[in-house]
């Protein structure tokens, strides 16, 4: 450690440190008081502000919206947790056979990460547009009656899985990749001397020792979906019928379009509480769950 | 018998990963191509997959409807700015947590670490409401406040810096330099990889930024690419010409970005796989 020159030390770590305890203090510390504080009262920006205590809280929760929101989340999660594990492990593990050209396919599946949500979310629906739109004319190719995507409530949620599977697949698929290729290739040898077929060397080698990085990949993934935004906002706006709202477009409704700040606060509590928990659930099942290298 | 093998393995191999290359790209290519087309080609049966006819109708009209290259440059202008801001206060605050030792470091350090669980969606209508209070809606400078503060690249740098050698540190130290000339001439030079992936994912995350410039600008001087392609989306729902012109030109960027600096993007998402 720098010992020297103690002179100046209390002032340059003042100095040094000052930019980011702005930042801390203003906004993130002061918000998240500022935060529980409004959720308490029926604040709205115009009219004087009353304390309501946890009725905001008890009213979220008596409404039947908020379990309708819920499941939606819950409907996502469903949806999407199974089809980008395997979309992205698959991309992983095609792409980590030493062939030519692999460099190349690993930018392409970048393309859609680079992309905002914004102009992806505009391609998408357009994408998925029922007469118009490509997806329903490769369907109708190969015989099939698309749906009305976005138009319908049964498919609109899956439209926005279907999006969300081609934005992340590239992200995931580069995480799985760095923890395919982390593998030491002894084990794979020793399986070979021992006559593994490739399906026992994926269930037996591949599968535990990449838990830790899949964990990881599901844990996100719960927590990202719980902060859906932008493609909800662009494609449906929480349509049709409601099916595809979701909590942070809830918020951001309540907040900027009907000025309930106390309501939409203690929204955002709510979905901190849930963020919160999925956390803990991570620190504490991680050790136990995960099989760790050496 | 092994060769056939494994050239079997390769012609699997390439035929599944170009059928997932068609649904990672055909959307871009429908994209383009949407772009290209006259207002009347976007609703005609069978759907057109090239244009029939290539206009640039759809970029002119663009510009026309909405002051689309002021979107832009407000874009770059707040992504750099605010990019400047966050790595500078990020290192600033990782040479201190990683070099210089006072007490009660490891709690502050610590409690930059906890923010990292707090959503940004529990901040944004408080902040909101800060900046209301500051008369600071619609403005750069109110959009860019919160930029002061970036923990992730805090940790990232800290890591950085505190595996380099004491001993440079120290020689400069006894040859007089202050901090200030050690941070700007000597660690900053050193952890120049790690600053760069900091800068570039910092950089694209301002970029493709949406709620928080959609809540704070609100006149149209003064949007983002993604607030205002967003609010075209309103305005010409079916439009989808210019919405994907629109969506093209907002892409753009990140693809010359991510061309130059491809290796320190994928450094980065390997941290946070870890993390």
């Known amino acids: 450690m720098v010992t020297l020159n103690k002179k100046r030390k209390s002032l340059d770590i003042i100095i040094f440190l000052l930019p980011s305890l702005f930042g801390l203090i203003v906004f993130q510390m002061l918000p998240f008081g500022y935060s ?102 490769i369907l ?33 698929g580069l995480i799985f990749l760095s923890a395919l290729q982390s593998i030491d290739k002894t084990y794979y040898e020793a399986a070979k001397i021992d006559g593994a077929s490739a399906f026992q060397n994926f269930f037996n080698i591949t599968l535990p020792l990449i838990s830790p990085t899949m964990f990881f990949v599901i844990i996100i993934s719960i927590i990202n979906s719980f902060q859906l935004f932008p493609q909800v906002m662009i494609m449906t706006q929480g349509g049709p019928y409601g099916s595809t709202q979701v909590m942070v477009e809830r918020i951001y409704t309540y907040a900027f379009d009907y000025y309930k700040m106390g309501y939409a606060t203690a929204f955002s509590w709510i979905l901190f509480v849930f ?14 769950w995960v099989h760790y290298e050496g | 018998m092994r060769d056939r093998k494994f050239i079997n393995r390769r012609v699997i191999f390439y035929i599944v990963v170009i059928l997932l290359a068609i649904f990672a790209l055909l959307p871009f290519f429908w994209m383009l191509s949407t772009s290209l087309k006259e207002t009347k080609a976007l609703t005609t049966i069978p759907i057109q997959w090239l244009p029939e006819k290539a206009s640039f109708d759809a970029y002119l009209k663009l510009f026309e409807v909405f002051p689309f290259g002021r ?98 540190l120290e020689a400069a130290f006894m040859d007089g330099a202050s901090r200030m000339k050690v941070f700007f001439k000597i660690i ?18 301002n970029w493709n930024s949406y709620l928080w410039p959609l809540i704070v600008l609100t006149s149209k001087e003064k949007m983002t690419l993604t607030v205002g392609l967003s609010l075209l989306n309103g305005q010409h ?17 990140m693809i010359i970005v991510y061309a130059f600096s491809q290796k320190h993007i994928e450094v980065g998402f390997n941290v946070g796989g870890l993390k």
């Open chain 1, 36 to 137: 529980f504080f409004l959720s308490l009262t029926d604040w709205d920006v115009l009219s004087k502000i009353n304390f309501l205590g946890l009725d905001n809280y008890i009213n979220i929760l008596k409404s039947s919206e908020f379990w309708k929101v819920l499941g939606n989340t819950l409907y996502y999660i469903v949806l999407y947790i199974p089809l980008i594990l395997i979309v992205s492990l698959g991309l992983a593990s095609l792409l980590n056979f030493k062939v030519p050209g692999r460099k190349v396919f690993r930018v392409i599946f970048y393309i859609p990460v680079l992309t905002s949500w914004v102009a992806a979310a505009l391609l998408w629906r357009w994408l998925l547009s029922p007469c118009y739109g490509p997806i329903n004319e």
């Open chain 1, 140 to 172: 109708q190719f190969f015989g099939l009656n698309g749906p009305s995507w976005l138009y319908d409530k049964h498919w609109a949620m899956p439209g926005i899985v279907f999006a969300s599977i081609w934005k992340d697949m590239g992200y995931f």
């Open chain 1, 275 to 288: 963020i919160f928990v999925v956390t803990i659930i991570q620190l504490k099942l991680q050790k136990k």
């Open chain 2, 71 to 168: 979107a832009v440059f407000n874009s770059l202008f707040i992504s750099i700015i605010g990019t400047f801001i966050s790595v500078l206060s990020a290192s600033m605050a990782a040479f201190v947590f990683g070099k210089i030792e006072f007490r009660g470091r490891e709690v502050l350090f610590g409690f930059f670490l906890a923010t990292m669980m707090i959503p940004g969606n529990l901040l944004m209508i408080p902040n909101y409401l800060i900046l209301r209070s500051l008369n600071l809606l619609d403005s750069y400078t109110g959009v860019l406040l919160p930029s002061f503060f970036n923990a992730f690249g805090t940790f990232l740098l800290r890591q950085n810096i505190k595996s380099l050698p004491d001993s440079y």
């Open chain 2, 188 to 205: 900053l030079p050193l952890i120049k990889p790690a600053l760069t992936t900091v800068t570039v994912l910092t950089f694209m995350g």
């Open chain 2, 237 to 253: 729902m079916s439009d989808y010409n210019m919405l994907m012109a629109g969506a093209i030109i907002s892409i753009i960027p």
